[in-house]
């Protein structure tokens, strides 16, 4: 089993609509969650970052943990063109980093 | 904004040539780490530095790196006898403490081994 699984399918939205991105992960030693927003041959630009279960939001952005099921979530609401772009999660518990695979959002006019 | 910077930004080298990649994390920061990312697979983490010394480091951090903090600021990754396979985008974080640990990324140094 994968530590991240994050299904690295494409996915093309109208502008306006609810992006949602999930993870999931395996290792209970994960003890925080991070979301990253990564352009082409870019370095990854950190979003967002949570540490217990629940939500949290900021600005059109909400970044769900759910630590009993080993799931997390990222919504976009009222997705914009500039938010076109992979979409990478990121777990951590010792030091370092675990990634997921990305997600290519492409939010179309 | 403080902000974590590398250089290069492209590297290209023969196989079997050393390579320095270099990196300022931001500069209240005090935990650093180098990751890469081959061409359309994930972000893989190699290695973690705290205190002068690696804390931890994955199976592809083999012999042929190293890491360096030579003065307060600079932070490198060293290949000694580069590969095919290194070629790949080198990206350095960093993070200011155990309690607050966000991580910030430099904008990568594309490695092109030929």
């Known amino acids: 089993q994968k530590e991240v699984e994050q299904d690295p399918g494409p996915l093309s939205v109208p502008e306006g609509a609810i992006v949602s991105l999930n993870c999931t992960y395996s290792?209970?030693?994960?003890?925080?969650f991070m979301w990253y927003r990564q352009y082409s041959r870019k370095g990854p630009e950190l979003l967002m970052y949570?540490?217990?279960?629940g939500n949290k939001e900021d600005g059109r952005f909400t970044a769900q943990v759910d630590k009993s099921s080993k799931y997390i979530s990222l919504f976009i609401r009222d997705s914009q063109p500039s938010d076109s772009a992979t979409y990478l999660c990121?777990?951590?518990?010792?030091?370092?980093?675990?990634f997921g695979k990305g997600n290519q959002v492409v939010v179309i006019p | 904004e403080p902000e974590v910077t590398q250089t290069p930004s492209h590297q290209v080298t023969q196989m079997g040539q050393e390579v320095i990649l270099r990196c300022v994390p931001i500069s209240n920061h005090l935990y650093f780490y180098w990751y890469r990312q081959i061409l359309g697979q994930k972000v893989e983490f190699l290695v973690s530095f705290y205190n002068n010394e690696i804390s931890e480091k994955s199976e592809i951090f083999d012999d042929q790196f190293s890491v360096e903090r030579p003065d307060g600021s600079n932070f490198t990754l060293k290949i000694r006898s580069t590969k095919l396979e290194d070629s790949a985008m080198y990206f350095c974080?960093?993070?200011?403490?155990?309690?607050?640990?966000?991580?910030?990324f430099g904008p990568g140094t594309r490695l092109t081994v030929l």
């Open positions: 990121a777990m951590g518990g010792n030091n370092r980093l675990a």
């Open positions: 290792n209970s030693a994960f003890q925080y």
């Open positions: 974080a960093s993070h200011r403490g155990v309690m607050d640990n966000e991580q910030f």
């Open positions: 949570t540490y217990s279960s």
